[in-house]
């Protein structure tokens, strides 16, 4: 099976594990993509040692990468928010750290909420 596919997401500090992991569950089954089809559990650089974020990717054997505020600020999202913007330096996490991570690709799920995360998923487009 390809890794085709990128997770981003933003989360609160001290966000619980089983919260991002049934967010982050959910947002896969939405775009009808399995576990073994992720290559990558992408977020804003700061938060990428959040316990819950660090023990996802490593339980589900996906490389965490972590860009920073300025890199994720430059890449246009269909679901900017000016609060985070406030709180982050940029206006998107989830949607715009999936999307660095996919190398440009195409979001197959946009931002999707809890009460401390958020997820996106993109899928890699071409032969990255």
């Known amino acids: 099976m390809s890794r085709r596919y ?3 997401v933003g989360a609160v500090p ?9 967010l982050v569950e959910g947002a896969l089954a939405e775009a009808g993509v399995a576990v073994e089809e992720v290559r990558a559990l992408a977020t804003l650089d700061r938060r ?3 316990p819950a974020i ?3 990717a490593l339980l589900r054997g996906w490389e965490l990468l972590g860009f920073s ?7 246009t999202v269909p679901s900017p928010s ?3 913007r406030e709180a982050t330096g940029t206006a998107s996490v989830a ?4 999307l660095a991570a996919a190398h440009g690709g195409e979001l197959v799920v946009g931002k999707k909420r809890s009460a401390g995360a958020t ?3 993109a899928r890699v487009c071409g032969t990255f």
């Open 82 to 84: 000016e609060r985070v």
């Open 14 to 22: 001290g966000v619980s594990e089983a919260e991002l992991r049934v």
């Open 119 to 121: 997820v996106a998923v």
């Open 54 to 56: 660090a023990r996802l």
């Open 95 to 98: 949607e715009a750290a999936a």
């Open 6 to 8: 990128m997770v981003g």
């Open 48 to 50: 990428a040692g959040e």
């Open 69 to 75: 505020a300025a890199a994720l600020a430059k890449i």
